[in-house]
């Protein structure tokens, strides 16, 4: 099947400019950072590092972006019905990227050390212990043995989530690096967000505040734990998944089915974020 | 999306975003602080924030040397307040966390060590001796400790007397909780290593320093024994009220305080706890007026005594010695009872006469050494001490009565509070005359007072009702050029007998001693 | 001669997902035996005390009130995911999902399904010894 241009308008090459600035930017922040004291750390480099806190708002806003890219990518793929162009086993690892990608953000929001973070770092190994079978290894497995250490999520972070995301970006846009528009275009835009808008430092860990509000992906699945059982939080991803790979290999009908389960799905998921923004607002 | 249109946009948009970022940069770079964030070398933040001049404390503890930490602890790593004065001692060099502040291990360790066994640490003759007041003990001496008295679950009357009348000049009752006579000054090192701020400007550092002005001991040697009044020649007239004039101490004439004398182990310890004041105490009139007999004189390069050591070292002894300005190996020097030299007592190398260098001026005084002429080899007086003669006088009082009045109220040193009881006393008649004799348990003659005629009433505190008379080993410090008369001593009436002394062997005279200070003649001389 | 190379080929594969799966055994294992051991946290004493006294305060991770010499440590971990609570008026809530608490640690609203745990004090010296 010949291509017929970018299936996406773009957002595929974007988010892979973006990956590549949120690495870099990921690299040079290492010297500053320790797990051992994050939220000090993160207070030197916010505070006592010349530009460090344009840094660290760098990072975080190109990784933001990373998965924003991503979503608008996959909303177009979908729209334009160009799942096929990809084989069923690429498009499956393609798939995979999006919860690997927010695994990475939400290792990204732990890694602040703060209480918040703290919070999510507590409620990720209580949800991966209620995995089935072997729920506590697969705990210690991304998360160590030792509650609130934040070494292996470092690592995690930093390495095993990276390298994921790097292999299957590379194998789904055929290329090894991205190119040189999606970058710099992607470079632009971080830039811009990092200097306009910035990213504060959260309450220290030993704060007790009144509400607590995880990373912004993230929220719809907080505001489903109030009232949903806790596997709620590893069986709606998962769901997700299954879906999206399934699209690969339905077609007329059932592909129609797939897709409205999907939109359902995506339909819920902002009704439990507004719900949840506007509890804690009032 | 990747048309020139976006890519324009977008440069625009990141430039905004770099010239925010720089505005910013700026406002952190001021919020931080302007100052360097570093002293020694170290990172220190506390420097970046406290900037002001007045917030140093200059010489040997400036700022710029030892940062602000090293003595006041914090977070020096933090960049907000709350976070950077997390444990801060405000009060460096109190005795609950002098081993993180003076006594670092890299700092005074072995001082600060040294004043855990010091008497103004302890207080333990103190304690020891109202106790035997109270009755509450069969002997003056012992080894309870002040620390020991503020902490007791169930303070005896001896004990809550100690606490709300002795407790403010421990040297671990903290700034806040001081007797109002040493308000100001700090606890631990800093209550004699820091000048007090006389000087009336608002929150200025004080210098931290080894010059201790007089005004750092007066507060608490004031009571009891009176010396620090009587070494500047006053007299209390009625309780805590205006002083009347006597003669001054010779040595406060000439300008001397008190650590022109009092040597560091007298004052800050040496390591070894003792009971009474007079036991620590290690300078004699001797070490400095001759002749040499108690504590000795060697060649400054055998002093053994640590501290003099370090100095010898830190002064770069020989190079010093090479360009004449410090004093030659084989120089003199005299030492106190245990070996600790008198520092400043120096012989001049072109003459052969002693003169003493003030500590806080410099000035050099003359060091008259004792003639060997009759009146210091008078046959029947060679169990007297320098002050039992030169002493010219000691502060007196008629009348002594300690009460306990439940209904009433005092601070107590111990809560930090007022509390409900208080400790009257009530004394009249004060005036002043030459001292009184006792005999130590070695022999030797030396002055004496009264060291407790006192009615105690503590029977509301739950202790005794008794009437005190103990004798007690006096250095008045009030040391006269002349010495008191002989008739002060030969043909005044007879020295009153007393219960006991208040030292363990220490008495008055006896009557065959008595019967011979009386029967004197005094025509042959 | 193609079915043996065939064989030796499907060798290759079978040995290797035998080593594979041996060592996600082995892992696993690994994994298993890496559960935290109990934590002793010590109190202060005098904290204890304070809090005791002032009729319930938090000290470190726990909630204590009672009295001095018989201290109460409530866990302050949310019995839902695990988030820290906060003393809240009439009790506790939970700052990630609004599980809420009544003073005695009892589960009163929100998606938590126990009360808050109780925490054992052991004197030991100066500390109050809390096992976790």
């Known amino acids: 099947m010949p291509r017929a241009g970018p299936p996406s308008g773009g957002f595929g090459r974007l988010s892979f400019g973006f990956l590549a600035v949120s690495v870099l930017s990921g690299v040079l922040l290492v010297p500053f950072y320790s ?248 | 999306m990747f048309r020139t249109f976006a890519f324009v946009a977008a440069l625009c948009a990141a430039l905004l975003g770099l010239l925010t970022g720089w505005g910013r940069e700026a406002r952190r770079e001021r919020a931080v602080g302007l100052g360097p964030d570093r002293a020694s070398g170290r990172l220190e933040r506390c420097v970046s924030c406290h900037t002001k001049e007045s917030e140093d404390p200059g010489g040997a503890h400036a700022r710029a040397a030892l940062g602000c930490a090293s003595c006041h602890l914090g977070n020096t790593l933090a960049f907000s307040k709350e976070r950077a004065h997390e444990r801060l001692e405000r009060e460096p060099g109190a005795l609950s966390t002098v081993a993180l502040t003076c006594g670092r291990p890299d700092c005074h360790a072995r001082e600060a060590a040294r004043v855990a066994t010091s008497p103004m640490t302890r207080n333990a003759g103190m304690v020891a ?112 009220k205006p002083h009347a004039r006597a003669t001054p101490d010779v040595h406060q004439a000439a300008g001397m305080a008190c650590i022109d004398c009092h040597l560091h182990t007298d004052l800050m310890g040496d390591g070894t706890a003792r009971t009474h004041k007079e036991e620590q105490v290690e ?44 004093r030659p190996p084989d120089a003199p020097t005299r030492l106190g009872s245990r070996g600790t030299p008198v520092l400043n007592l120096l012989r001049k190398s072109s003459s052969s006469s002693w003169i003493l260098v003030r500590k806080l001026d410099g000035v050099e005084l003359p060091v008259k050494q004792t003639p060997r002429d009759r009146n210091h080899t008078l046959r029947g007086h060679e169990r007297l001490t320098c002050s039992a003669c030169h002493a010219a006088w000691v502060p007196t009082c008629g009348s002594c009565h300690t009460s306990f009045d439940p209904a009433g109220k005092q601070w107590d040193f111990a809560a930090g509070k007022e509390t409900s009881g208080a400790w009257i006393e009530k004394s009249e008649g004060f005036s002043w005359a030459p001292p009184l004799l006792g005999v130590r348990p070695d022999g030797h003659i030396v002055p004496a007072a009264p060291g407790m005629i006192l009615d105690v009433d503590a029977t509301a505190a739950g202790g005794a009702n008794a009437v005190r008379r103990l004798l007690a080993p006096a250095e008045p410090h009030t040391t006269g050029k002349r010495a008191r008369t002989c008739e002060s001593c030969h043909r005044a009436s007879p020295q009153p007998e007393f219960e006991a002394g208040a030292r363990t062997g220490f008495r008055g005279l006896n009557a065959a001693e008595r019967k011979r200070v009386a029967g004197a003649k005094l025509d042959r001389h | 001669m193609s079915s043996r190379r065939d064989f030796l080929g499907q060798l290759w594969v079978w040995t290797g997902a035998a080593l594979a799966a041996a060592s996600g055994f082995v892992f696993l294992r690994a994994l298993r035996s890496a559960a935290p051991p109990v934590r002793e946290v ?91």
């Open chain 1, 35 to 282: 797990p051992a004291a994050a939220w000090d750390s993160l207070e030197r480099i916010q505070a006592g590092l010349a530009w460090g806190f344009f840094l660290r708002a760098l990072h975080a806003y190109s990784s933001f972006a990373v998965l924003a890219t991503m979503v608008l990518h996959v909303v177009q793929v979908l729209a334009a019905k160009t799942e096929r162009q990809l084989p069923p086993g690429v498009w499956w690892r393609s798939v995979v990227l999006l919860p690997v990608t927010v695994a990475a953000l939400l290792g990204g929001f732990v890694l602040r050390g703060d209480a918040e973070a703290m919070a999510a770092l507590s409620i990720w190994r209580r949800i991966l212990e209620s995995l089935p079978l072997a729920g506590a290894e697969i705990a210690r497995l991304f998360l160590g043995s030792v509650p609130g250490d934040l070494g292996p999520v470092a690592l995690h972070h930093a390495g095993t989530l990276t390298l994921l995301l790097w292999f299957f970006t590379a194998e789904h846009a055929g290329r090894l690096l991205p190119d040189a528009r999606g970058t710099t275009l992607a470079a632009l835009v971080s830039v811009a967000l990092a200097g306009i808008v910035p990213m504060p430092l959260g309450a220290p860990p030993s704060a007790s505040p009144v509400h607590l509000l995880g990373p912004w992906s993230l929220l719809g699945l907080q505001s489903a734990l109030e009232i949903l059982p806790r596997w709620i939080g590893w069986i709606a991803p998962l769901e997700l998944v299954l879906l999206l790979g399934l699209v690969r290999h339905a077609s007329g009908r059932a592909r129609q089915v797939v897709i409205a389960l999907i939109a359902l799905w995506a339909a819920e998921y902002a009704f439990f974020t507004v719900r949840l923004l506007l509890s804690s607002r009032g």
């Open chain 3, 42 to 132: 010590a109190l202060d004493a005098a904290s204890v005390a304070r809090a005791a006294a002032s009729g319930g305060a938090a000290v470190g991770e726990m909630w204590v009130t009672g009295t001095a010499e018989a201290p109460v440590a409530l866990s302050l971990a949310c019995t839902h995911l695990g988030c820290r609570v906060a003393g809240a008026p009439g009790g506790f809530a939970c700052p990630c999902h609004g599980s809420r608490f009544d003073p005695a640690g009892g589960r009163a609203a929100g998606p938590a399904r126990a009360a808050l745990a109780r925490v054992p004090l052991v004197k030991r010296g100066e500390s109050w010894i809390a096992r976790l």
């Open chain 2, 129 to 240: 001796v109202d106790r035997f007041a109270f009755g509450e003990s069969a002997s003056p001496d012992g080894t309870e400790t002040m620390a020991d008295v503020l902490a007791a679950p169930r303070p005896t009357a001896a004990q809550d007397h100690l606490r709300r009348l002795c407790g403010g000049c421990h040297l671990g009752t903290r700034r806040a909780n001081r007797d109002d006579l040493i308000h100001g000054n700090g606890s631990g090192c800093s209550s004699c290593h820091v000048a007090r701020r006389l000087d009336g400007k608002p929150r200025r550092h004080p210098p931290v320093d080894s010059r201790v002005a007089d005004d750092r001991c007066f507060g608490c040697h004031s009571g009891s024994g009176r010396i620090a009044l009587s070494y500047q020649g006053l007299v209390e007239v009625e309780k805590n």
């Open chain 2, 283 to 326: 300078v004699t009139c001797e070490a400095c007026h001759g002749p040499v007999r108690v504590g000795g004189e060697v060649a400054w390069l055998d002093v053994k005594d640590e501290i003099s050591i370090e100095i010898r070292k830190r002064e770069d002894f020989l190079r010093k010695v090479k360009r004449g300005e410090g």
